[in-house]
């Protein structure tokens, strides 16, 4: 074994700013993910790399929605218990069950527990069925070219299922990296080997190997190398060969054994050795070939927090995932702390409820005492530069035990349209990893949601009668004591959505009345729907005409999908989701779609977030692409003054 001298720290660099350098200096590396295609069925856990957009509908077909029968419900109509009707086998109805097709010329299911059987071809009903009552519709659960998960999306069971749904076999996802786990030291031993003096359980390799799939990489984890130079020199080699990552456990002090350093120094290179960290000070980022290498202290505890300072991002970063924050809470210190004005440091505590408030009570700090680890409920992090913290003293407290998961989410319910998937995946991009969850009420029920305090958003598009403005006047007269701002969102264009090559050459709303027209509407509540009912009422066109003005959409894109169904012939929406099925169009008009937001959560940095996704040049870009759309004043912010 060769002599070397005692190390000697380099540094004693503040954790964000080792951070910093290290992902500098790892940036071309970060930029040029491995992307790889595997079976959906297989990709539970994995990361999306790309936005994946459904290639069929589901159901994609009209569908019974329970057991009964079919019918033509023109047939049924005038029934009721005064006056019950009966209807011919395979002439007016026909048995289906829960999933048959629907097909021409039946467009109703009742179901078999609202049918009395007369005889084996023969039933009477005592209730008229509406049109298109008891069907799925094509498209109902998910339509053809929209987005089922965004990228850069961990993908769980029921996104599964919805892939295979929308006719998605395969997928791109980031490739797992290979984190090579050497655990080194004379003194360790493997579990279940005799124990003698001086010798250690070695267990942080297998922490190590359950974080490493925790955060979605593959782990690959060596026997423990001896404090030998060349036997650890001809280990590190190989690691630096086989895996993408690799992780020194042990051996990164300043002991005269301790030869990490030197070993990642002759082969590569030192950024930093030395964090101003405690516990975890004698830490190492290197790189070797353009591999990351990290050496971790042979401590339990130090050996933890260090990997989850540095390795854990980079594992995420890996697989296209930043690192969400952890929940915190408030709590008060039950006993004084002091602590180094040099270090930055991590205090384990235990967490009770003590009358109405919150009591933190620091657990072993050694950096050695592993079940510290176990027993906390959650970390207090005292800053570099401090002395510590006094009895009494309201703190914030990171949690590990029984959280709350913080919901980095914007919660939007109101007007459906297309940009707001590309919106929610431009936001899952950027930093601090925020969503955006849409639920489609139409403009009024999301200006409602807000009213009840169940959103931070609600987009709208409603024209006001009146005075032809867009949606302040609503927002003035739904919520009047409620300050909202407007965030100024896109112009739009509604119209009419038709077939390919408009076969029965519909012109305008005057042809909704036509006996051979089948027309589909969005629900009450929506601004396409009020739309609609204006323009109908400004041309004294009966609704009662209109052969499917009672059959109610909830989005454009389900629109659209009825349409290309051939299940109507013509329905109301935007030009968008016309194009994203391949059908035609009839303008009406441009309209504004905004988004309204109480002025509580304007300053919330999901909504700063939102707002510099809508100002974007790539969000620009997209909607040129996809057509439909005009930008003006987009991401401008009115406020909707009281009164």
Known sequence: MRKR???????????????????????GILQNLPVEKVQVIEALGRVTAYPVFAKLSSPNHNAAAMDGIAVRAKVTFGASEANPKRLKRNLDFIYVDTGDPIKEPYDAVIMIEDVVEIDEETVEIIKAASPWQDIRPIGEDIVAHEMIVPARHTLRPVDIGALLSGGITEIEVYKKPRVGIMPTGSEIIEPGEKMEEGKIIESNSRVFEGLVKEYGGEPNRYSPVDDDYDLLQERLTAAVEENDIIIINAGSSSGTEDYTVKLIREMGEVLIHGIAVRPGKPAILGIIKEKPVIGIPG?????????????KPLIRKY???????RPKIEAVVSKRIVSSLKHKEYVRVKLGMVGNKLIATPLNRGAGATMSLVRADGVLIIPQNSEGVEAGERVSVELLKDMEEIRNTIVSIGSHDLILDIIGNLMHRQPGNYHLSSAHAGSLGGIMALKRGEAHMAPVHLLDEM??????????????????????????????IIPKGNPKNIKGFEDLVREDIQFVNRQRGAGTRMLTDYELKRRGIDVARIWGYEREMTTHMAVAAAVASGSADAGVGVLSAAKALDLDFIPIGDEDYDFAVPMQYLKEEMIEIFIKVLQSQEFKEILEEMGGYKLEHTGEIALVRRG
Do not use: C, H, W
Request: charged content about 20%; cysteine-free; overall charge negative.
């Open 5 to 27: 001298e005692r190390n000697l720290y380099l540094s004693n660099v503040a954790v964000e700013e080792a951070l910093g350098i290290y992902f500098r200096q790892l940036e």
């Open 299 to 311: 401590y339990p505890v130090s050996a933890y927090f260090v990997f989850e300072t540095f390795a």
């Open 319 to 325: 697989v296209g995932q930043e690192i969400p924050p």
């Open 467 to 496: 005075t032809g403005e867009y949606n302040v006047p609503f927002l003035r007269r739904y919520l009047p004591d409620m300050e909202v701002a407007l965030i100024k969102g896109v112009k739009r264009i509604q119209g009419f």
